[in-house]
């Protein structure tokens, strides 16, 4: 058993250019606890956790490590003192071309090829693998990162924090990613390490549920400050979102009275060349929102991309308004009417490296456009402000580089961009992943227009109560296929959830 560590932050205050990040925040965890770090989009959370892992040398405050006071300004002292981030970005965080094993024992050689020149690839393998057993996952340590997927990442990543000397274990948002199995199985290994190695975990995440399930103690942020810092027993889900948003809320979905008209698009017998979708058909009439739902790797994703003319299509016929299209590719889906909110927003729905209000009019950059190519940045500017005001994205300013932006307002801006381009079918791929309950809000409001004016709208996602929640008709996928059909008013969670399971 190791001994009881204790960390402490004092009175940390952060800024970057025009965004105060942090004022003032005291933060602490010990040995043998799961310790829960919430608050809205923006609040500060992957901030205040990026200074305990060295990652910031420039904010004010104090650090101490078992009541010593200690200065963390670079990675590498944060690792010395065994505290291991595991960030947002899974995928940055990894190299892509490199093996599993080489990516989990990453910081080991680092550590210990300190002046030599060669590596022992069967002991890495070998360790790697005793690593990955003491973690509980199953993966051949010769498979190149860049073919796992989002889940597989996540554990590579805490089995390379778990390589080195740990005492702390930062996870931030590690379940927005996974499915229900792939969650519960993440937090019977973070009860484990709690458990029988005394290592103290800071646990984010935007579900709550998850948060009084695994969580015994809680710091809440908002806008930078501590609003609160207490175990989790004294409150109730209602109470800590009060604390989270500063106002009352009332968790429910914004469901808009809307006339459904007739069918405009039509999917019939649709097979992915790869057989990634066998055999779909489903309709979507004007003004319906139309749910797709399944566990994480039924095949929603999938059946998105090709849709989208992401994946190609082997056979089958896709029809809008009795027309069959030709969905060759994304730009053919595009310009046919059709447009997709994609899953992974870092690699498909926003470009980090341009200002907010570019990324939010780009898609719909035709209709700034006066003459041939000119383009009126005035009213881009204008709407680009608008959708920042709709959907709360908290950003200094329009001309912000969403690089600059949190997690979740990112995701606001991956989805926002969508919203004003003039298609007839929108398809959603998990549009609401790492965003809080209040952006959640604003998100189904936004959709609920959508279809107000008529549109037609998939929705896919894993989070049956959301699905439930503003769906109007529900398809079941199951391998790669849909297995069953509910009118939402007919369905229930259990009902979804036989048929998700591949129940018939
Ligand atoms: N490097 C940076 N440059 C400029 N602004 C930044 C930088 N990093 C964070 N910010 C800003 O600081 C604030 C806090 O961001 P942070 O990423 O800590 O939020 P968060 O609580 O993790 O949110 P989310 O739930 O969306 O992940 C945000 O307004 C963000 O835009
Ligand atoms: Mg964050």
Same mark, same amino acid.
């Given at each position: 058993m190791q001994p009881k560590h204790k960390l402490e932050m004092k009175g940390i205050s952060i800024e970057f250019p025009g965004v105060k990040a942090l004022s003032q925040a005291d933060f602490a965890v010990e040995s043998g606890e799961i310790h829960a770090l919430v608050g809205a989009n923006g609040a500060g959370k992957s901030t205040l956790m990026k200074i305990l892992g060295g990652a910031y040398g420039h904010y004010q405050g104090e650090i101490y490590f078992d009541g010593q006071k200690v200065d963390i300004r670079h990675p590498q002292d944060a690792k010395r003192l065994g505290? *291991?981030?595991? &960030?947002?970005?899974? *995928?940055?965080?990894?190299?892509? &071309?490199?093996?599993?094993?080489e990516n989990i024992m990453l910081d080991v050689m680092a550590n210990e090829m300190q002046g030599k020149h060669f590596i022992r690839?069967?002991?890495?393998?070998? $360790?790697? $693998?005793?690593?990955?057993?003491?973690?509980?996952i199953q993966l051949d340590t010769s498979t190149l990162v860049e073919n796992l997927t989002l889940a597989q990442k996540q554990l590579v990543l805490i089995a390379r924090a778990l390589a080195t000397n740990t005492n702390f274990l930062v996870l931030d948002e590690p379940t927005a990613p996974l499915s229900q199995t792939e969650t519960e199985e993440l937090f019977r290994l973070m009860r484990d /390490?709690?458990?029988?190695?005394?290592?103290?975990?800071?646990? =984010?995440?935007?579900?709550?549920p998850e948060i009084f399930e695994i969580c015994e103690t809680i710091t809440i942020l908002r806008d930078g400050r501590v609003v609160a810092d207490t175990t989790i027993e004294t409150l109730t889900q209602q109470r800590l979102i009060e604390l989270m948003l500063g106002h009352r809320f009332d968790e429910t979905y914004p469901k808009m009275p809307v006339p459904i008209g007739e069918t405009i698009f039509q999917v019939e017998e649709l097979w992915e060349e790869q057989g990634r979708v066998r055999d779909v058909s489903l309709t979507v009439r004007a003004g319906e929102i139309v749910g797709v739902t399944g566990l994480v790797g039924a095949g929603k994703t999938e059946l998105c991309k090709t849709l989208f003319g992401a &994946?190609? =299509?082997?056979? +089958? @016929?896709?029809?809008?308004? +009795?027309? #069959?299209?030709?969905?060759?590719? #994304?730009?053919?889906?595009?310009? @046919?009417?059709? !447009?997709?909110?994609?899953?992974?927003?870092?690699k498909e729905g926003i470009l980090v490296d341009e200002p907010v209000y570019v990324n939010l009019t780009l898609p719909s950059l035709d209709t700034f !456009?006066? +003459?041939?190519?000119?383009?009126?940045?005035?009213?881009?500017?204008?709407?680009?402000?608008? /959708?920042?005001r709709e959907l709360g994205i908290r950003t200094p300013s329009e001309n912000q580089k969403v690089a600059f932006l949190s997690g979740g307002n990112q995701q606001k801006v991956a989805v926002g961009k969508w919203l004003i381009t003039d298609a007839e079918i929108y398809i959603f791929d998990e549009p609401t992943k790492g965003v809080d309950v209040g952006a959640k809000h604003d998100i189904f409001e936004l959709i609920g227009q959508l279809a107000?004016?008529?549109?037609?709208? =998939?929705?896919?996602?894993?989070?049956?109560?959301?699905? /439930?929640?503003?769906?109007? $008709? =529900? &398809?079941v996928m199951y391998d790669y296929t849909i297995v069953k059909e509910f009118d939402t008013a007919d369905a229930t969670e259990e009902d979804i959830l036989f048929y998700s399971a591949g129940g018939k």
């Open positions: 505290i *291991d981030v595991v &960030y947002q970005e899974v *995928d940055t965080a990894l190299i892509p &071309y490199l093996t599993v094993a690839w069967g002991q890495l393998h070998r $360790r790697a $693998r005793e690593v990955m057993k003491q973690v509980g /390490l709690v458990a029988n190695q005394n290592i103290g975990i800071v646990f =984010i995440s935007h579900r709550l &994946y190609p =299509i082997r056979s +089958g @016929q896709v029809r809008l308004h +009795g027309k #069959p299209l030709k969905i060759t590719s #994304p730009h053919a889906a595009v310009n @046919q009417g059709v !447009t997709l909110v994609p899953e992974e927003r870092r !456009t006066r +003459g041939v190519d000119f383009v009126d940045t005035r009213a881009e500017r204008e709407t680009a402000r608008q /959708l920042i107000k004016r008529g549109k037609g709208i =998939i929705y896919a996602s894993s989070e049956i109560p959301e699905i /439930l929640g503003i769906s109007d $008709r =529900i &398809y």
